[in-house]
């Protein structure tokens, strides 16, 4: 994500979420991000989808999706995996739920930033069909090759590096 720049397309997306029970004395239950859906549902945030064996399914909200014409590299990369996902991030809230939906990202890179947060929950989820189309599309329109530039590195001088002497010739 780039703040300085507006995205050129933003995909709107469902967040699912999951709640299970929790076997430890500390917590009662863990959270995460499962699931995006292809488009923001006509459902109210913090629907139960399914309940089952001590696991709740919510539609916890909507993100959307950016695409930024830099991040094109990244998104390919992303598509090229093994399973192309999207990053779901749920930020601690106040309130009924312990979380709200924070973003949803296809940039690999932007994903693991949100970790750094040390309190959000970033799960990486499977890339619905219709979002990676939209997503190859955009890569076909606006990816530009961008050749690697290796820095030369300065010659050491290396009476720089030597030890001077103070007044006296001593060190």
Same mark, same amino acid.
């Not at 959270?31 to 292809?38: I, Q, S, T, Y």
């Not at 990486?124 to 961008?146: K, Q």
């Given at each position: 994500?780039? $703040? *300085?720049?507006?995205?050129?397309?933003?995909?709107?997306?469902?967040?699912?979420?999951?709640?299970?029970?929790?076997?430890? $004395?500390?917590?009662?239950?863990?959270?995460?991000? +499962?699931?995006?859906?292809?488009?923001?549902? %006509? #459902?109210?945030p913090? *629907? +139960?989808?399914?309940?089952?064996?001590? #696991? *709740?399914?919510?539609?916890?909200?909507?993100?959307t999706?950016?695409?930024?014409?830099?991040?094109?590299?990244?998104?390919? %990369?992303?598509?090229?995996?093994?399973?192309?996902?999207?990053?779901?991030?749920?930020? $601690?809230?106040?309130?009924?739920?312990?979380?709200?939906?924070?973003?949803?990202?296809?940039?690999?890179?932007?994903?693991?930033?949100? *970790?750094?947060?040390?309190?959000?929950?970033?799960?990486?989820?499977?890339?619905?069909?219709?979002? &990676?189309?939209?997503?190859?599309?955009?890569? #076909?329109?606006?990816?530009?090759?961008?050749?690697?530039f290796? &820095?030369e590195?300065? &010659? #050491?001088?290396?009476?720089?590096?030597?030890?001077?002497?103070?007044?006296?010739?001593?060190?």
């Amino acid at each position: 994500m780039n $703040p *300085t720049t507006l995205p050129l397309v933003r995909i709107l997306v469902g967040v699912v979420v999951e709640r299970s029970k929790a076997d430890s $004395p500390w917590v009662d239950f863990v959270w995460r991000g +499962v699931a995006v859906l292809p488009d923001e549902p %006509d #459902t109210k945030p913090w *629907t +139960v989808l399914r309940e089952e064996d001590g #696991t *709740t399914l919510f539609y916890a909200g909507s993100a959307t999706v950016d695409l930024y014409p830099s991040e094109t590299a990244r998104y390919r %990369d992303n598509l090229a995996s093994r399973s192309p996902g999207i990053w779901i991030v749920l930020a $601690p809230a106040d309130g009924a739920w312990p979380y709200s939906v924070a973003a949803a990202t296809a940039d690999p890179a932007e994903g693991e930033a949100f *970790t750094e947060a040390g309190a959000n929950l970033v799960e990486a989820v499977a890339m619905p069909e219709m979002l &990676r189309e939209a997503i190859e599309s955009f890569i #076909t329109e606006h990816h530009v090759e961008r050749e690697f530039f290796k &820095r030369e590195r300065r &010659r #050491t001088d290396p009476e720089a590096l030597a030890r001077r002497q103070h007044e006296g010739g001593h060190e």
